[in-house]
């Protein structure tokens, strides 16, 4: 394990946070779960009928010892949960329509961790980015000043950390919430020991070419920078320009990232899940996302192609995020 999940895991032991782990039948929740109860970091509370957990896991050889696991269908505190969902969602949930959501085992997690039975979630190895963030959008919503979530990757490898976004939630940003996604990434970066560098990245580098593109992020730079003199933030930058030294050198002498940008803000959806996903597979990074910010409180979704050591290291993630949220609020 790198350094920084050796730092993150020191922390987070001392507390033992206790993270919802919806995917109760999926083996590489199984795996992590397992492991994390085994390394005493953190509680995993595993969602699902309680004999198929138990049988998966036996199945897989994986020894589940005392861990929680909870069925929403048998699950005791049912009446407290729907009558807490029908209020959160004022008006637009019914008592029927809300039972019916705490079936799914996203809605059921997200809403304890709404209620504090639960310091965080990590799902989304078995369902899609929507499935399993829309209820955190629905329930747990954006902290005071935020207007929109977003997802990142803390990318690894070796001792080489970067951070990416938004390569999970906002399809199509305007420059405006790309302002507020680099500003937001760029808090996240500190947490992971980045003094961040953001580079605003497009297919132009300062005005190199001239578009609706182009301007959006140029746009957004300008915004970024004007709500955050205190940050390093520049653009609009093509990747190499921002990564490259030398290339910044020839396409961008006066710009302060001098090619030494650690953290990438994508213009768009497209472009950021799928520069994750080369670094990743291409380029040999470990990847470790999306993690969600902005939320309330700590609901982080996994991508369908994650192994059991991603589950493990986003709990940490999330554990972290519980930890640092309560010490702030
Ligand atoms: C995230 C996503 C699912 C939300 O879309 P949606 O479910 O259609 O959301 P809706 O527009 O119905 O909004 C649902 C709620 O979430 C809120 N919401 C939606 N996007 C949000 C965001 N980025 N930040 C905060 N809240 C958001 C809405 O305000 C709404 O709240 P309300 O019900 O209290 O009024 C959608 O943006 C999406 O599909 N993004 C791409 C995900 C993806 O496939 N990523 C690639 C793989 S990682
Ligand atoms: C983050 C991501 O891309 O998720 P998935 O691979 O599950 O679509």
Redesign the pocket.
């Known amino acids: 394990m790198s350094n920084l999940f050796t730092e993150i895991k020191a922390k987070v032991e001392k507390h033992k946070p206790t993270i919802v782990l919806p995917e109760g039948t999926d083996e590489r929740i199984l795996e992590a779960a397992a492991n994390l109860a085994k390394d005493r970091v953190v509680k995993p509370i595993l969602v699902g009928d309680v004999a198929d957990v138990q049988a998966k896991a036996k199945e897989q050889g994986i020894e589940l010892g005392d861990i929680t696991i909870l069925d929403p269908a048998t699950y005791e505190g049912l009446d407290e949960m729907v009558a807490a969902f029908v209020e959160r969602r004022k008006g637009k949930e019914t008592e029927e329509s809300a039972r019916e959501k705490l079936r799914d085992v996203n809605y059921f997690g997200t809403m304890l961790v709404y209620m504090d039975k639960a310091d965080g979630l990590v799902s989304?190895a078995a369902h899609?980015?929507g499935d399993t963030v829309r209820p955190a959008l629905q329930i747990i919503k954006t902290q005071p000043g935020i207007k929109r979530t977003s997802g990142v990757f803390v990318m690894v490898k070796d001792e080489h950390k970067f951070v990416f976004g938004d390569?999970?939630i906002n399809i199509a940003p305007n420059s405006e919430e790309l302002a507020e996604i680099a500003i937001a990434t760029a808090e996240t970066a500190k947490v992971f020991g980045l003094d961040p560098k953001v580079a605003m990245l497009s297919f132009s580098t300062k005005g190199s070419a001239s578009s609706m593109e182009t301007q959006k992020v140029s746009e957004a730079t300008k915004l970024a920078q004007a709500a955050r003199p205190d940050l390093v933030i520049d653009g609009e930058f093509q990747f190499d320009a921002a990564f490259v030294p030398a290339v910044a050198q020839k396409k961008a002498p006066d710009s302060p990232l001098q090619g030494q940008a650690n953290v990438f803000i994508f213009p768009s959806l497209e472009s950021g899940?799928l520069g994750y996903?080369i670094a990743q597979r291409l380029g040999g990074y470990d990847a470790i996302g999306?993690i969600l910010q902005g939320l309330n409180k700590p609901v982080n979704?996994l991508?369908?192609?994650c192994n059991a050591a991603d589950v493990y290291k986003l709990s940490l993630i999330t554990a972290m995020q519980s930890i640092n949220q309560k010490v702030t609020n």
């Open positions: 989304g899609s980015t390569c999970a899940n996903k999306p979704d991508s369908r192609g």
